[in-house]
């Protein structure tokens, strides 16, 4: 990750701009979409959550996708904007990680738009760790409020959305139950990371994340780490104190690729996680299942 970037002042104003001459023009549904509720997520991994508990009712647009891009960089556009104007339910990470949803959100406000934020359900605030979607618990408290949001934006089809939990729910299940036996077999193996999109994933799997949190937590704001916290990482690479290294696919700099040559010239196997669903088009629980089977394989000693 990359530290956020704010709008500037004519950016802020092209975009409501947009918004307000799009409000007339903000009906695209088609003939595929027509009569469901229009669902927009900020991300897709949310995204991918309320598609899988929508199904046939929602029609669910994900606006950060890119695969290849960091999600903290993205810039909206008049095409965002009008998808904001029209949606029925909005979901959005918070805590600073999309940050640049607020404009649009205020730019219209129809009375019948629900907002879920949630760092605000789960408690956090800007400057917390924001990638809740790596704590299983978290994903859990998240599916089971959209579903009574769904509810309650569309009445009739409640025990549609209900049903539709229970089979979620069973399908999360086998990600999770993968994380439990990861903790079974791996708990308290030290482990490191470059930046904090690990942490809650580490905790939930057991396992011992040694990374100077100085140096995470500055890799993760796009910062440069404290020179202690940097030797430090480097001791624990050299002398083989950690069993993996896992990093973020979507954020590359001179330093991140510095600790990975390290850790390859040491034997120590490399895991890469993203921050996006990959591919693009991959169901959220398959996606964590993918890595978490990456990451057992880099626990046996399994080159990544």
Do not use: C
């Amino acid at each position: 990750m990359t530290i956020k970037k704010p709008y500037g002042l004519i950016a802020g104003l092209i975009v409501i701009v947009a918004v307000v001459a799009g409000l007339g023009m903000s009906s695209h549904n088609n003939a595929s979409t027509k009569g469901k509720i229009e669902i927009v997520a900020g991300e897709n991994f949310w995204g991918s959550l309320a598609s899988q508990l929508g199904g046939s009712r929602a029609h669910v647009t994900s606006i950060v996708s890119d695969p290849n891009a960091d999600p903290h960089e993205y810039e909206s556009n008049t095409t965002t904007a009008r998808q904001f104007s029209s949606a029925k339910y909005v979901i959005l990470n918070g805590a600073g990680y999309d940050s640049w949803a607020d404009k649009l959100l205020a730019a219209s406000s129809p009375p019948d738009r629900k907002v879920l934020r949630v760092s605000d359900l789960l408690g956090k605030k800007d400057g917390d760790n924001p990638h809740f979607w790596y704590d299983p618990a978290y994903v859990n408290q998240v599916v089971a409020h959209m579903d009574s949001d769904l509810i309650a934006v569309d009445p009739s089809g409640a025990s549609y959305y209900k049903q539709q939990l229970k089979n979620l729910q069973a399908s999360l299940a086998t990600y999770q139950n993968h994380i439990n036996e990861i903790k079974q077999r791996f708990a308290g193996t030290k482990v490191a990371a470059t930046e904090d999109i690990f942490v809650y994933l580490a905790d939930a799997s057991g396992l011992d994340l040694v990374s100077p949190p100085a140096f995470i937590e500055a890799v993760a704001e796009g910062n440069d780490p404290p020179t202690a916290s940097v030797v430090t990482f480097q001791q624990q690479v050299e002398s083989g104190q950690i069993k993996v290294l896992v990093y973020n696919q979507q954020t590359i700099t001179p330093l991140t690729e510095n600790v990975k040559k390290m850790a390859t010239q040491h034997g120590i196997p490399i895991v890469g996680i993203t921050e996006t669903l990959q591919p693009p088009n991959a169901k959220f629980q398959d996606w964590m299942n993918s890595e978490l089977t990456t990451l057992e394989n880099a626990l046996n000693g399994q080159a990544g």
